[in-house]
């Protein structure tokens, strides 16, 4: 009898952990629509924020190189590099897939070595090693986004609600891919002042000068294809309008852009407006409902 009882009991203790704990097979289902506890949208906006970063930060440097005393610019340079660090680890943490981990690691390891140098007392020497390795970092923390964008789509191809649609996926790949894009003219902003003041006679190469223009024509040209966004609402389109006509600052002054005819502190300080108002577009896409 009082086997009886207790077999019971197991089976009732039993059913109700059923009930109250999810499946392995749910339990997946659960983690397969989110990046660890971030959403996919707020991941790919993260991890283009990096690439950003490594930008912001490389400016500073060359920015303090000639402006030492400078208290904005050496506080973007501390505080860029520990944000930098802080979302790294982030996104290293929550992610799901060996793919974006490897491409994270990757990141990491160059990290390692650039910190070296901007931590290192300003020099010359020190600015050129930085602006040549600014853009494997840049490379390396364009990759992880692209890796998010992919460990957003095997989760969707997981997830049977979008299997019953085909178009919700498409919609879905193509919002990441907006937000991607908006996140890039963050880093596009901070990369047109790098390259400026690296071409400068202190610090100018042969490459310099045509970097300086590829920088601006792809800012121009991704400006025009946000603004015909599927995506796009009244909120957006205000914050693009903001955008734009900090662009517009630039764009009246592309010759003296090229020709350094801005002032350093000028420059700077666009390039810092340009980066809030695109972060304030791409934060807007990342809210986009489906």
Same mark, same amino acid.
């Given at each position: 009898?009082?086997?009886?009882?207790?077999?019971?009991?197991?089976?009732?203790?039993?059913?109700?952990?059923?009930?109250? +704990? %999810?499946?392995?097979?749910?339990?997946? !289902?659960?983690?397969?629509?989110?990046?660890?506890?971030?959403?996919?949208?707020?991941?790919?906006? #993260?991890?283009?924020?990096?690439?950003?970063?490594?930008?912001?930060?490389?400016?500073?440097?060359?920015?303090?190189?000639?402006? %030492?005393?400078?208290?904005? !610019?050496?506080?973007?340079?501390?505080?860029?590099?520990?944000?930098?660090?802080?979302? =790294?680890?982030?996104?290293?943490?929550?992610?799901?897939?060996?793919?974006?981990?490897?491409?994270?690691?990757?990141?990491? #390891?160059?990290?390692?070595?650039?910190?070296?140098?901007?931590?290192?007392?300003?020099?010359?020497?020190?600015?050129?090693?930085?602006?040549?390795?600014?853009?494997?970092?840049?490379? /390396?923390?364009?990759?992880?986004?692209?890796?998010? #964008?992919?460990?957003?789509?095997?989760?969707?191809? =997981?997830?049977?609600?979008?299997?019953?649609?085909?178009?919700?996926?498409?919609?879905?790949?193509?919002?990441?891919?907006?937000?991607?894009?908006?996140?890039?003219?963050?880093?596009? /902003?901070?990369?047109?002042?790098?390259?400026?003041? /690296?071409?400068?006679?202190?610090?100018?190469?042969?490459?310099?000068?045509?970097?300086?223009?590829?920088?601006?024509?792809?800012?121009?040209?991704?400006?025009?294809?946000?603004?015909?966004?599927?995506?796009?609402?009244?909120?957006?389109?205000?914050?693009?309008?903001?955008? +734009?006509?900090?662009?517009?600052?630039?764009?009246?002054?592309?010759?003296?852009?090229?020709?350094?005819?801005?002032?350093?502190?000028?420059?700077?300080? #666009?390039?810092?407006?340009?980066?809030? /108002?695109?972060?304030?577009?791409?934060?807007?896409?990342?809210?986009?409902?489906?």
């Amino acid at each position: 009898m009082k086997k009886e009882i207790f077999t019971l009991k197991f089976m009732v203790m039993l059913f109700l952990l059923g009930m109250i +704990m %999810p499946t392995t097979n749910n339990l997946y !289902a659960q983690q397969s629509n989110s990046y660890g506890i971030l959403s996919f949208n707020k991941a790919v906006n #993260i991890s283009g924020k990096q690439r950003m970063l490594s930008q912001k930060i490389t400016k500073a440097y060359l920015y303090i190189l000639e402006n %030492p005393s400078d208290g904005v !610019a050496k506080r973007d340079l501390l505080t860029s590099k520990l944000i930098f660090e802080k979302q =790294n680890n982030i996104l290293i943490q929550n992610s799901g897939y060996k793919a974006t981990k490897d491409k994270l690691g990757k990141v990491e #390891i160059l990290w390692r070595e650039f910190k070296e140098l901007i931590e290192a007392k300003p020099s010359y020497e020190n600015a050129k090693k930085i602006i040549e390795m600014n853009t494997d970092l840049l490379k /390396a923390s364009n990759n992880v986004v692209s890796a998010v #964008i992919v460990e957003s789509k095997r989760a969707n191809d =997981n997830d049977e609600f979008s299997l019953e649609d085909d178009s919700l996926g498409d919609e879905d790949a193509e919002l990441k891919q907006i937000i991607n894009m908006a996140g890039r003219q963050r880093m596009l /902003a901070q990369r047109l002042a790098l390259y400026y003041y /690296a071409n400068q006679n202190t610090l100018k190469d042969k490459n310099s000068e045509q970097m300086l223009k590829n920088v601006y024509n792809e800012l121009d040209g991704a400006i025009s294809m946000l603004l015909i966004s599927n995506f796009n609402n009244s909120r957006i389109d205000e914050k693009l309008g903001i955008a +734009m006509s900090k662009w517009d600052q630039v764009k009246s002054n592309k010759e003296k852009l090229f020709k350094q005819g801005i002032k350093e502190e000028d420059m700077y300080r #666009i390039s810092n407006d340009l980066t809030k /108002a695109f972060n304030g577009v791409t934060s807007l896409y990342e809210k986009v409902k489906l």
